[in-house]
């Protein structure tokens, strides 16, 4: 059995709304590790796809950028797909975004701006989402793999500015990462999950910063290379591999779902951050965040 995982960001340079960290799980039920990273949109080929281009009878699962298009409703349309799609085959759906945030404990800011809720689906048909998630379902069962976890860390821009005070993005960002492996490693105490994370920053060296998040542990240096650094950790008797390796989002399946899922949170929160502002100025154009259109928005509003 494996159990291989995925962390990844959305968020991470904004002038509004929140800095998101999804995590994944895939279990692969009859899969030998010593096989090393399974392909698993190879395994799911018949219900899963890695394109927009090909998602009209399967699910496109990749990094969230490739699949995200434009800042209208149906932009969202198969970031949500494919998220509520895997949500459902562990039997978790939703009729609004509070349900979802409550579920994966995703904390949302209490601002003015952001006490609304959006009824789910947002930009999918719920009947279509029905058949996504029966077609998945099948094709999970089919290859011996199943969805056994999704979590999202949500750090609203207070929070943000509080925690860069003294140190930087990087780190913020660095720590919440290890809060998921943390979790994943917990749950999976005794099956050495494999933890998949994009580089942070360019950089090729981890090892000293992991023994900060882990006093304790006993840390192995598997690899350091321009293309991947690996690191086997032994915590509290417990074993996990973690690689950080560049496109991870586009080479692991759990990284491409945690992108996803980073990304669809955080577009959801800013749904509310957009809603409340275009009820007072109803002519104003809604904003995804990001420094350049956030200039014209803040100027505007």
Same mark, same amino acid.
């Given at each position: 059995?494996?159990?291989?995982?995925?962390?990844?960001? =959305?968020? #991470?340079?904004?002038?509004?709304?929140?800095?998101?960290?999804? !995590?994944?799980?895939?279990? +692969?039920?009859?899969?030998?590790?010593?096989?090393g990273e399974p392909d698993v949109w190879?395994?799911?080929?018949?219900?899963?796809?890695?394109?927009r281009r090909d998602a009209?009878?399967?699910?496109?699962?990749?990094?969230s950028k490739k699949l995200k298009s434009g800042s209208t409703r149906k932009g969202l349309l198969h970031l949500?797909?494919?998220?509520?799609?895997?949500?459902?085959?562990m039997e978790q759906q939703f009729l609004n975004d509070e349900q979802l945030f409550d579920a994966i404990s995703c904390r949302v800011s209490k601002e003015l701006w952001c006490n609304?809720?959006?009824?789910?689906?947002?930009?999918?048909?719920?009947?279509?989402?029905?058949i996504d998630a029966s077609l998945l379902r099948r094709g999970l069962e089919k290859a011996d793999v199943h969805c056994a976890l999704l979590r999202c860390i949500s750090v609203d821009? =207070?929070? #943000?500015?509080?925690?860069?005070?003294?140190?930087?993005?990087? !780190?913020?960002?660095?720590? +919440?990462?290890?809060?998921?492996?943390?979790?994943?490693?917990?749950?999976?105490?005794?099956?050495h999950p494999r933890i998949m994370i994009d580089r942070h920053g360019g950089r090729i060296q981890y090892r000293n910063d992991l023994q900060?998040?882990?006093?304790n542990a006993q840390i192995q240096i598997l690899t350091e290379t321009q293309e991947m650094s690996r690191y086997r950790l032994e915590i509290d008797g417990s074993l996990c591999t973690i690689t950080f390796a560049s496109k991870s989002d586009e080479r692991h399946m759990p990284v491409a779902l945690a992108s996803m899922l980073a990304k669809y949170i955080r577009e959801l929160m800013m749904v509310r951050f957009n809603r409340y502002f275009v009820d007072q100025i109803p002519e104003l154009k809604p904003t995804a965040g990001y420094v350049q259109d956030g200039r014209r928005f803040l100027k505007e509003i």
């Amino acid at each position: 059995m494996l159990v291989y995982a995925g962390i990844d960001e =959305a968020g #991470y340079g904004p002038m509004f709304g929140p800095l998101c960290v999804g !995590a994944s799980v895939l279990v +692969l039920e009859k899969y030998d590790p010593s096989d090393g990273e399974p392909d698993v949109w190879s395994m799911l080929s018949h219900c899963v796809c890695k394109t927009r281009r090909d998602a009209k009878k399967r699910i496109a699962v990749n990094d969230s950028k490739k699949l995200k298009s434009g800042s209208t409703r149906k932009g969202l349309l198969h970031l949500e797909r494919g998220v509520l799609s895997f949500f459902a085959t562990m039997e978790q759906q939703f009729l609004n975004d509070e349900q979802l945030f409550d579920a994966i404990s995703c904390r949302v800011s209490k601002e003015l701006w952001c006490n609304t809720n959006t009824t789910l689906p947002y930009s999918n048909d719920k009947q279509a989402l029905k058949i996504d998630a029966s077609l998945l379902r099948r094709g999970l069962e089919k290859a011996d793999v199943h969805c056994a976890l999704l979590r999202c860390i949500s750090v609203d821009a =207070a929070k #943000y500015n509080e925690r860069t005070e003294h140190s930087s993005k990087a !780190a913020l960002n660095f720590s +919440l990462a290890m809060q998921h492996v943390d979790a994943i490693t917990k749950q999976w105490a005794n099956e050495h999950p494999r933890i998949m994370i994009d580089r942070h920053g360019g950089r090729i060296q981890y090892r000293n910063d992991l023994q900060l998040c882990w006093p304790n542990a006993q840390i192995q240096i598997l690899t350091e290379t321009q293309e991947m650094s690996r690191y086997r950790l032994e915590i509290d008797g417990s074993l996990c591999t973690i690689t950080f390796a560049s496109k991870s989002d586009e080479r692991h399946m759990p990284v491409a779902l945690a992108s996803m899922l980073a990304k669809y949170i955080r577009e959801l929160m800013m749904v509310r951050f957009n809603r409340y502002f275009v009820d007072q100025i109803p002519e104003l154009k809604p904003t995804a965040g990001y420094v350049q259109d956030g200039r014209r928005f803040l100027k505007e509003i």
